[in-house]
């Protein structure tokens, strides 16, 4: 790819990133029938998206049945995670904010640790472009960004609250890995092409349904399920 074709992809990659962003930060802040809509829609898609991806293969009906079975957990899972903190609790928005900003935060630093730093590979096997570098990168990227966001709402950036981001940070790189093995097995580049620059609505969300599922079950066995976000958030 020439310099002007990774410029044309990167300008393509950050209009329509910035404008899922912002469709995605309005509909969870106005909450009600447009945070439906959001969920929906992304679960219309990811599942469709998921389903498509062994077509190629001529699956029994069984074994088509049982990967919707894994696509339903896989993808249903966060969307009902990311419903219950939303509506838990007056900390809902700043919860589910937060989760967001940790996944971007893992991406953006996990990009430029790796492509400035780089140095020896975590799995390349699965995923070559990853380097540890980049993972440690994404932690920082995750703690810096996560914080920055808190410093704007009554929540105390407490040592609780930042080793709860890393571990969470680590849980998004772990869905990137998981997302890049899938499309090995598969013999894909994308798993979709919903998103301009970005592919699938699963390659752009892969970290975030890690992460969504994981904080739904901490919130879940961290208290009850009407303070949800207060679990997450409340040390």
């Given at each position: 790819?020439?310099?002007?074709?990774?410029?044309?992809?990167?300008?393509?990659?950050?209009?329509?990133?910035?404008?899922?962003?912002?469709?995605?930060?309005?509909?969870?802040?106005?909450?009600?029938?447009?945070?439906?809509?959001?969920?929906?829609?992304?679960?219309?898609?990811?599942?469709?998206?998921?389903?498509?991806?062994?077509?190629?293969?001529?699956?029994?009906?069984?074994?088509?049945?049982?990967?919707?079975?894994?696509?339903?957990?896989?993808?249903?899972?966060?969307?009902?995670?990311?419903?219950?903190?939303?509506?838990?609790?007056?900390?809902?928005?700043?919860?589910?904010?937060?989760?967001?900003?940790?996944?971007?935060?893992?991406?953006?630093?996990?990009?430029?640790?790796?492509?400035?730093?780089?140095?020896?590979?975590?799995?390349?096997?699965?995923?070559?472009?990853?380097?540890?570098?980049?993972v440690v990168g994404g932690v920082?990227?995750?703690?810096?960004?996560?914080?920055?966001?808190?410093?704007?709402?009554i929540i105390d950036v407490n040592t609780s609250?930042?080793?709860?981001?890393?571990?969470?940070?680590?849980?998004?790189?772990?869905?990137?890995?998981?997302?890049?093995?899938?499309?090995?097995?598969?013999?894909?580049?994308?798993?979709?092409?919903?998103?301009?620059?970005?592919?699938?609505?699963?390659?752009?969300?892969?970290?975030?349904?890690?992460?969504?599922?994981?904080?739904?079950?901490?919130?879940?066995?961290?208290?009850?399920?009407?303070?949800?976000?207060?679990?997450?958030?409340?040390?």
């Amino acid at each position: 790819m020439s310099k002007a074709e990774q410029f044309t992809d990167l300008k393509t990659r950050l209009i329509s990133g910035v404008l899922m962003a912002l469709i995605a930060f309005l509909c969870i802040y106005f909450g009600s029938i447009f945070m439906l809509a959001l969920i929906a829609v992304f679960c219309y898609v990811g599942l469709k998206e998921w389903m498509d991806l062994p077509k190629s293969r001529n699956y029994s009906t069984d074994t088509s049945r049982k990967w919707l079975v894994y696509g339903l957990l896989y993808v249903a899972w966060a969307c009902v995670s990311v419903l219950l903190i939303r509506y838990s609790d007056q900390y809902g928005y700043a919860a589910t904010i937060w989760l967001i900003t940790i996944v971007i935060g893992t991406d953006t630093g996990a990009y430029f640790a790796g492509r400035f730093i780089g140095g020896p590979k975590v799995a390349p096997s699965i995923s070559p472009a990853k380097t540890w570098s980049g993972v440690v990168g994404g932690v920082v990227g995750a703690v810096i960004l996560s914080s920055f966001f808190l410093s704007f709402t009554i929540i105390d950036v407490n040592t609780s609250i930042v080793k709860l981001v890393i571990v969470f940070s680590l849980i998004s790189q772990c869905g990137d890995f998981f997302e890049s093995f899938i499309k090995r097995r598969f013999e894909v580049k994308d798993t979709g092409s919903f998103l301009p620059g970005h592919g699938g609505a699963l390659d752009r969300m892969d970290g975030q349904i890690f992460v969504l599922t994981a904080a739904g079950i901490f919130a879940f066995f961290n208290g009850p399920i009407s303070q949800m976000a207060s679990s997450l958030l409340i040390w």
